[in-house]
């Protein structure tokens, strides 16, 4: 296996969400629509560019991931955050370390750009590994209905979330 992490291009939108859609396709707890959701924010003004990743084995790509804006609402105040979703992988590449290789990639392109938290909603036994902690623990709450332990934050910074608290605020093309 060669595997090359690099920005997602336009060019590339079809078959990432090829990569999402059967990434997703037998997934328990999913409702089988990632790849729209990642189109959808592809088109959003929540989107960064250099946040949309690819994972490529001798050229084909067999992998994506996607961070995107969003912000932590405390009252009037907001601090911005970023959400970590969805992160593909093809069914037959899984248990490779291609998730995990993009996961870094897009952690340290995250830090370069200067943002500070990232949010995701995964499995508490695998986003520990990347440094992701119970989001609560910084006051941090879902706005909707999840286990404490499976919705999670990552600091980017030392102390970036020490004075962050709030309700996460997803775009509304999460919802759409």
Same mark, same amino acid.
């Given at each position: 296996?060669?595997?090359?992490?690099r920005?997602?291009?336009?060019?590339?939108?079809?078959?990432?969400?090829?990569v999402?859609? /059967?990434?997703?396709?037998?997934?328990?707890?999913?409702?089988?629509?990632?790849?729209?959701?990642?189109a959808?924010?592809?088109?959003?003004?929540?989107?960064v560019?250099?946040?949309?990743?690819?994972?490529?084995?001798?050229?084909?790509?067999?992998?994506?991931?996607?961070?995107?804006?969003?912000?932590? /609402?405390d009252?009037?105040?907001?601090?911005? &955050?970023?959400?970590l979703?969805?992160v593909?992988?093809?069914?037959?590449?899984? $248990?490779k370390?291609?998730? &995990?290789?993009?996961?870094?990639r897009?952690?340290?392109?995250?830090?370069?750009?200067?943002?500070?938290s990232?949010?995701?909603l995964?499995?508490d036994?695998?986003?520990?590994?990347?440094?992701? $902690?119970?989001?609560?623990?910084?006051?941090? /709450?879902?706005?909707?209905?999840?286990s404490?332990?499976?919705?999670?934050a990552?600091e980017?910074?030392?102390?970036?979330?020490? $004075?962050? /608290?709030?309700?996460?605020?997803?775009? $509304?093309?999460?919802?759409?």
């Open positions: 296996m060669t595997l090359r992490i920005q997602e291009t336009e060019q590339d939108y079809q078959v990432s969400e090829q999402v859609e /059967k990434a997703f396709a037998e997934a328990e707890y999913s409702d089988h629509t990632e790849h729209l959701l990642v959808n924010l592809r088109k959003s003004d929540v989107f560019p250099q946040l949309s990743l690819v994972a490529e084995d001798e050229g084909e790509i067999v992998g994506h991931i996607l961070l995107t804006n969003l912000v932590i /609402k009252g009037e105040e907001e601090h911005e &955050s970023l959400a979703a969805p593909s992988v093809l069914p037959r590449h899984q $248990k370390g291609i998730g &995990s290789a993009l996961i870094r897009s952690i340290e392109v995250a830090r370069e750009l200067g943002f500070r990232v949010i995701v995964g499995y036994t695998y986003y520990p590994r990347f440094g992701f $902690k119970p989001a609560h623990l910084w006051g941090i /709450k879902a706005p909707f209905d999840v404490k332990e499976a919705f999670m990552l980017l910074m030392d102390g970036s979330l020490d $004075k962050v /608290k709030g309700t996460v605020v997803y775009p $509304k093309v999460f919802y759409e």
